[in-house]
């Protein structure tokens, strides 16, 4: 379970936390980041960072403690972006190893065209031996900050699933999964190893996280499952132990690794991650047909909630996501009716189902 020998590409996500000290930065760390990613560079790895901190570096530079607002995080994040690259540049060039900055925000990774753009990008970095990376565009981003990717949580694991990475470490002051809420019960006892994600976890998972940082237990959790599917292991760790991540790459066994239970290919990974533009209500033939890797007819829609066109990522009541193939206001139009009225309404070249087999998954969890 923790022997990573075969682990080529690993994705690294870091928390605010556990790059800052003393309400600062802590350059110390990020040497010590630089170093051990040094030594996996030089071992034929291939590494990813995910990084968050902009927002707490900002605040420091503005010597503000905290801004609820908005529009005051989003300017903290844009002061605070360059001086965390700048951190990472400084740390890495003692090693000779050159760093690139990607900013993402969700409608990226939501968009098929501009999320296989960014994995061809991301390649052509680790091709190059450049350590990519990434955070979220915060000062632009259109959603509350935090409620996208949680502290970069969510955002590690779709890197990671998006471009086929082995091992996911996640650094944070979060140092294991707990069989309890250890901040209410100091009797909780880690929990090494998670075969599945069973209900009980979720709800034994904390809230929020802390001061400067928006991912809690919980964004955790919602990163494991989006790492399975993608047949990736995740390490989650205390951040601030000395040699983390050559340890856990070592196979030490550190923190609790999550096991991955399937591995979906990447088109279904993207269906399967991506924000859904609406509803398509079925019937329960329609749902065992499907579930049979059958199409979606026309014939077994119901009904159709939300605006979104052909080629939209959209959910199949709570139980499945599909790319469909016709808009929702043709769709309103065909629901119930014989897959040869589709035809006729859209013309002799369309496809005669709402989706095929190919363009379907179901949520397995």
């Known amino acids: 379970m923790r022997d990573f020998s075969n682990a080529k590409r690993i994705v690294i996500k870091i928390g605010t936390n556990t790059l800052t000290k003393d309400a600062g930065v802590d350059s110390v760390y990020f040497r010590q980041v630089a170093e051990q990613v040094n030594a996996l ?99 632009v981003s259109t959603e509350e900050i935090g409620s996208a990717f949680g502290d970069n949580d969510k955002l590690s694991a779709l890197v990671a699933s998006k471009i086929d990475a082995d091992l996911l470490i996640m650094l944070s002051d979060i140092d294991a999964l707990y069989d309890r809420n250890p901040r209410k019960f100091p009797d909780a006892r880690p929990i090494p190893t998670v075969f599945e994600i069973t209900s009980e976890i979720i709800r034994n998972a904390g809230d929020k996280g802390s001061k400067h940082a928006t991912g809690g237990m919980k964004t955790k959790i919602e990163a494991a499952k989006i790492a399975s599917n993608a047949g990736c292991r995740i390490v989650l760790a205390d951040g601030r132990l000395k040699n983390v991540i050559s340890r856990i790459v070592a196979g030490e066994q550190i923190g609790t690794i999550f096991m991955p239970k399937r591995k979906l290919s990447n088109r279904a990974r993207w269906i399967l991650n991506s924000a859904p533009a609406g509803i398509i209500c079925i019937d329960e033939g329609a749902m065992r047909a499907i579930k049979a890797r059958k199409s979606l007819l026309p014939s077994g829609v119901t009904g159709v909630e939300g605006t979104f066109e052909a080629g939209s990522v959209v959910m199949l009541n709570d139980r499945a996501k599909a790319v469909a193939s016709i808009g929702s206001t043709q769709l309103k139009t065909l629901a119930g009716k014989h897959s040869t009225e589709i035809k006729k309404l859209l013309g002799p070249k369309h496809r005669d189902v709402v989706a095929i087999p190919e363009d379907i998954v179901i949520m397995d969890y």
Request: aromatic fraction near 4%; proline fraction near 2%; charged fraction near 20%.
């Open 41 to 139: 560079l030089h071992a034929g790895r291939q590494i990813v960072i995910i990084t968050s901190g902009a927002i707490g570096m900002g605040l420091g530079q503005l010597e503000v403690e905290s801004a609820k607002d908005i529009k005051m995080r989003q300017a903290c994040a844009a002061i605070g972006q360059p001086l965390l690259m700048a951190e990472y540049r400084k740390a890495f060039q003692r090693y000779g190893v050159a760093v690139a900055q990607v900013l993402l925000t969700a409608e990226v990774l939501n968009n098929r065209k501009t999320y296989l753009n960014l994995r061809h990008s991301i390649e052509t970095l680790l091709k190059l031996s450049v350590v990519p990376i990434l955070n979220e565009n915060d000062s």
